[in-house]
């Protein structure tokens, strides 16, 4: 699942390239250009497009429009995507604003909480009270959520999730979450990510 995951990730990557490369003017692009721009090598690439049938000219390289339509294709990026928020403190507001998932076909359709304060049935997307969570996936068939609520909340919420139909979910609860093995969790620890930085850029220390 890792490798799986690694090989995914390196798609985007390329996509989110070729994008840029295209919005310039480029037309043709090779496998050194894209392993440089992503600190790989030409090898990596071609194994990668390789395992999905993409292959390219030894001297014109890759057509741009052409393997930007199959990346497309293949990530599902034809189709909209909607999904849900649970959890609408200052995390799941700011996911909520973020403008660059509606560049990329996905649709934030709802947001849910268990504070009847922050509920708002009139904001866009709304905010809905928890009670409705299961109902509103299964009605909307929705195959993919993100969790921002607490870490005593998150595998109750997950398990919620689950049980409603979502396939593949978001997490940013500090916490491993339990799920079956063919659900997909994508784990995103902040604050172990900021730390993690904050480490590599002190000051090492001065020997005597």
Excluded: C, H, W
Aim: proline share 4%; aromatic share 10%; net charge positive.
């Amino acid at each position: 699942m890792k490798s799986a995951k690694q090989i995914i990730l390196r798609l985007f990557q390329y996509r989110e390239f070729l994008m840029r490369a295209k919005s310039i003017g480029i037309k043709n692009v090779y496998s050194d250009t894209l392993a440089e721009a992503l600190g790989s090598t030409a090898t990596q690439v071609r194994k990668d497009f390789s395992l999905f049938g993409i292959t390219g000219n030894k001297r014109a390289g890759y057509k741009l429009d052409d393997l930007l339509s199959q990346l497309s294709e293949l990530l599902g990026k034809n189709q909209k995507q909607k999904i849900i928020i649970a959890g609408a403190g200052n995390l799941g507001k700011a996911l909520m604003q973020y403008d660059g998932f509606k560049k990329e076909g996905i649709e934030i359709v709802a947001l849910f909480d268990n504070d009847p304060v922050k509920v708002n049935i009139e904001s866009s997307p709304p905010i809905l009270p928890i009670e409705r969570l299961f109902e509103f996936i299964g009605k909307n068939k929705i195959n993919l959520g993100v969790i921002a609520v607490p870490y005593f909340a998150a595998q109750q919420m997950l398990d919620l999730m689950i049980l409603a139909g979502i396939k593949g979910v978001l997490n940013f609860a500090p916490i491993s979450l339990k799920s079956p093995k063919d659900f997909f969790i994508n784990d995103i620890n902040l604050r172990l990510e900021l730390e993690t930085v904050a480490y590599f850029i002190k000051p090492l220390k001065q020997e005597d």
